[in-house]
Structure formats: structure tokens, C-alpha cells
Nanobody
């Protein structure tokens, strides 16, 4: 069982930066691949980024590649999403999620994640 709690959201101007954090509780955190998803009003939840249990492999949606960076600290049981050059279209509720297996082919699939946080709102003004 893993419990997740996001923090770090807020209001930022276009071009600005935010760093989201996801704190995990539970044992064997390093055995879980972690992902970030987001959901804007009226839209489906979409994949943003994922990272393997060791942190050695990362994977990004094309829309954020080069602007966002996912990382993790297994000792502190934290996952981060550094967001730079933010755009108004990045506005959404951001969720972190955990799953047991990291496979690049399926990391975009939200249904394969077993645990979810409550989300944190990110609003980018133009």
C-alpha cells in the first residue's frame, strides 16, 4: 500500500517555473515506478512524465519534453516535477501516481497505475 500527497502547485505567470513534490508513504518505495499526470477542466487526464524505480529511466509527453523534468529521492520517498517555461495550456490539476512495473510502452496508461494522490492545482496566467 502506498499513499501519495502532492504539493507545490500555485499560480505563476507564463514563462515561469514551479516545482511539484509528491511525498510517498509505505514500504519499498523504490520498487514503484512513478508518474505525473494532469487534468484540465473538461478534458481527460493526460500523461506528463514517468520515472523508473531507480530513477535511471525517465519518459515524457511530447508536450512537456525539454521544459519539465521528473526526478526522485528514494531515501526521502519523494518524487519531483520541475516545470520550466510554463504556458497557459499547462494549467491543470497535477497528480502523481505509482505502479509496480516500469515499461515505456505503457507508462502513459493511467489505468495501470495502482495508487494516486489527491492532486495539486497549477494555474499559468498569460
Amino acid at each position: 500500500q502506498v499513499q501519495l500527497a502532492e504539493s507545490g502547485g500555485g499560480l505563476v505567470q507564463a514563462g515561469g517555473s514551479l516545482r511539484l513534490s509528491c511525498a510517498a508513504s509505505g514500504r519499498t518505495f523504490s520498487s514503484y515506478a512513478m508518474g505525473w499526470f494532469r487534468q484540465a477542466p473538461g478534458l481527460e487526464r493526460e500523461f506528463v512524465a514517468a520515472i523508473s524505480g531507480s530513477g535511471g529511466i525517465t519518459y515524457y509527453a511530447n508536450s512537456v519534453k525539454g521544459r519539465f523534468a521528473i526526478s526522485r529521492d528514494n531515501d526521502k520517498q519523494l518524487v519531483y516535477l520541475q516545470m520550466n517555461s510554463l504556458k497557459p495550456e499547462d494549467t491543470a490539476v497535477y497528480y502523481c501516481a505509482a505502479r509496480g512495473l516500469f515499461t515505456i510502452a505503457t507508462m502513459r496508461t493511467s489505468d495501470l497505475y495502482s495508487y494516486w494522490g489527491q492532486g495539486t492545482q497549477v494555474t499559468v496566467s498569460s
